[in-house]
């Protein structure tokens, strides 16, 4: 069983969206890859006994899969390198991802290697992970930093290479390393301690408390219309060009759609390479 085959289960079950970025200059380089998680699924949603077979929406060499071989693709999709020992991934819960699923527990193992660490959180995302863990409540083996990343939908940048473990007396031991980074482009002011309360506030509480501070606006908008007419016409016009303006808002907060722009810069060049790079510069 392939990389690709672990791979196209994880696309066929829609549990991730997945999209290669290659070299600019070198377009058969796949430098990094980003990754949309979408949902994991659990063994009850899978609908059947683990060990039955499901087929691939479309012709694969391998046609079927099961439940067992679903877990071991969130571990073995990832671990494509290119020849030249630079690709990382980009993770991000998808905003179709439902934050109150229920979680798997072996996803955890998953995590562990490719999910972050809180070292690499700016210093008011961590202000934002304190409040989080503060007024939420603690679930079972999973820790508040997956519960986190999945509430506030955070991305970050994973790479893995090859290590080689030397001990005295024992044969050198080869082993996976990874390392973890945050994305520099992230825009800091959606996840803060204000909007971490706001998010955990019950929805129809908290849409309430929009509606009336959009009431409240709209109504200071009508006074203020209404004191500066000098005549009835007057009053007329300047209310059809207030309630437009309000009309126009409304239609503007509908546009808005969420995109994240994944440039080719730094942010996906491995450390280790950039310290080569680095070591091999200061040689020359």
């Known amino acids: 069983k392939t990389q690709l085959f672990y791979k196209?289960?994880?696309?066929?079950?829609?549990?991730?969206?997945?999209?290669?970025?290659?070299?600019?200059?070198?377009?058969?380089?796949?430098?990094?890859?980003?990754?949309?998680?979408?949902?994991?699924?659990?063994?009850?949603?899978?609908?059947?006994?683990?060990?039955?077979?499901?087929?691939?929406?479309s012709s694969f060499d391998l046609p079927v899969y099961n439940y067992f071989d679903y877990i071991q693709a969130w571990n073995h999709t990832f671990l494509f390198q290119?020849?030249?020992?630079?690709?990382?991934w980009f993770f991000c819960f998808d905003?179709?991802?439902?934050?109150?699923?229920?979680?798997?527990y072996?996803?955890?193992?998953?995590?562990?290697?490719?999910?972050?660490?809180?070292?690499?959180?700016?210093?008011?995302?961590?202000?934002?992970?304190?409040?989080?863990?503060?007024?939420?409540?603690?679930?079972p083996l999973c820790p508040i930093m997956a519960s986190f990343f999945i509430h506030c939908r955070l991305s970050w940048i994973m790479y893995w290479d090859y290590t080689i473990e030397e001990t005295p007396r024992i044969l050198p031991i080869l082993h996976r390393q990874s390392w973890t980074k945050w994305w520099n482009k992230y825009d800091l002011s959606k996840c803060t301690p204000v909007t971490i309360l706001q998010s955990l506030k019950p929805k129809s509480?908290?849409?309430?408390?929009?509606?009336?501070?959009y009431c409240t606006l709209t109504k200071s908008q009508i006074q203020t219309t209404i004191a500066s007419s000098s005549n009835k016409k007057d009053l007329i016009k300047k209310l059809q060009e207030a309630l437009e303006e309000i009309l126009d808002k409304e239609?503007?907060?509908?546009?808005?759609?969420?995109t994240i722009n994944l440039e080719h810069d730094e942010d996906f060049i491995p450390v280790s390479r950039r310290r080569k790079d680095k070591e091999k510069i200061e040689k020359d």
């Open 251 to 258: 239609d503007d907060k509908e546009s808005i759609t969420s």
């Open 205 to 213: 509480l908290k849409s309430q408390t929009q509606q009336d501070q």
């Open 82 to 88: 290119n020849i030249e020992d630079i690709h990382s």
């Open 106 to 139: 072996w996803f955890m193992d998953w995590w562990t290697f490719y999910g972050p660490t809180q070292d690499i959180l700016p210093s008011s995302i961590e202000e934002a992970l304190y409040i989080f863990a503060n007024n939420t409540e603690d679930i």
């Open 8 to 57: 196209y289960i994880l696309v066929d079950t829609d549990s991730i969206k997945i999209s290669p970025k290659s070299d600019p200059n070198n377009p058969e380089l796949s430098t990094h890859t980003s990754v949309f998680i979408q949902k994991n699924l659990t063994i009850a949603e899978w609908g059947q006994p683990p060990h039955h077979y499901k087929q691939f929406s």
């Open 95 to 104: 905003k179709t991802f439902n934050v109150k699923q229920v979680i798997p």
